[in-house]
């Protein structure tokens, strides 16, 4: 084989190699924010704090999920405590003097977060799933990751100087690789659609006011493409204000200050739907269920004609 041939191969498993360096560091700090948090609700202490200052919202750093907040409470030896909440505290408004429930380890000052908002109403949770981290999703990202390797090294083998019997054919291990990902992909899309509708409620109607739009450059698949992310400020019919980035963008270009239509579930108003945007949700869906669907047929084609 050609300097090319083996340069390419080697630059291929690298990539794939990199990727999954990448997967694998996220899976990890997912598992370790698992087990802080678990922790935290079997040895944490819980009082009352109270929020000393509200920032301005920041793309940069949550991703316009909500306003960063300074919150002040005392813990149980009275020494007064000072921390920073960039989370956004799920979208919803607070405002400098409201109080809030901390929950906080006495042996790590680093350990600690937002469990309960006072508001009106009484009280509720500001992020009610901040608890179980996706670890799921990246575990099978993982695992096409792993997949494609296998398939790309199975193609390339023979250019990097490996025994010719540990060569699987690229053949078979391609449209295998290929069935198995559009398996994982359509038992995630599945298993999200399943959850989504077992949990959904009857949505409230609100009108809601766009505060900032931006463009964002998406890869598409074929190029790339320039859609608009938007973030929204309503208030609910009990006077919980929401301000947060809606979940999806679409090629819509919207001003700031224009009124949108929402509807939100009344149990907890940050997840809420834009009207004018409800076809940028069901592209959500519909995209990676095709590119799942596809990936199953080409493997299960391969497989009946492996069992014909």
């Keep these: 084989m050609d300097l090319s041939s083996r340069v390419g191969g080697y630059a291929a498993l690298a990539v794939l190699a990199l990727s999954a360096v990448g997967l694998v560091r996220g899976v990890l700090r997912n598992l370790r924010e698992r087990r802080d948090q678990r922790r935290l609700d079997q040895t944490g202490l819980t009082t009352i704090g109270q929020v000393v200052r509200v920032e301005p919202m920041s793309r940069e750093e949550n991703g316009a999920a909500g306003h960063p907040v300074q919150v002040a409470f005392s813990d149980q030896a009275g020494q007064e405590r000072q921390f920073r909440d960039a989370s956004g505290l799920g979208g919803y408004v607070v405002r ?3 109080q809030v429930t901390v929950r906080y380890s006495p042996t790590d000052p680093e350990l600690v977060r937002v469990t309960e908002l006072h508001g009106p109403g009484g009280r509720y949770q500001p992020e009610p799933d901040r608890r179980t981290p996706p670890v799921v999703p990246g575990v099978l990202a993982l695992a096409a990751v792993v997949l494609a390797g296998i398939a790309v090294a199975g193609y390339q083998l023979d250019l990097i100087d490996l025994p010719s019997w540990q060569s699987p054919p690229a053949d078979e291990l391609v449209p295998a690789g290929f069935g198995l990902i559009g398996l994982g992909i359509l ?8 959850r989504r509708l077992a949990t959904r409620r009857p949505r409230a109607p609100a ?3 766009v505060t900032d739009v931006w463009p964002e450059r ?3 698949g074929r190029g790339s493409s320039v859609v608009h992310p938007i973030t929204v400020h309503f208030a609910t019919a009990d006077g919980r204000e929401v301000h947060a980035r809606y979940r999806v ?4 270009r919207f001003a700031v200050h224009q009124r949108v239509r929402v509807r939100y579930d009344p149990a907890y108003p940050p997840d809420f739907d834009v009207l004018e945007l409800r076809y940028a949700v069901w592209l959500l869906w519909l995209i990676p269920t095709l590119i799942g669907a596809v990936f199953l047929a080409i493997g299960g084609g391969w497989l009946l004609s492996q069992l014909g």
Excluded: C, D, K, S
């Design 187 to 194: 038992t995630v899309i599945g298993g999200l659609a399943i």
């Design 207 to 209: 009108v809601g006011v």
């Design 249 to 252: 963008a679409g090629n819509r």
């Design 218 to 220: 998406v890869n598409t």
């Design 96 to 98: 400098a003097g409201n």
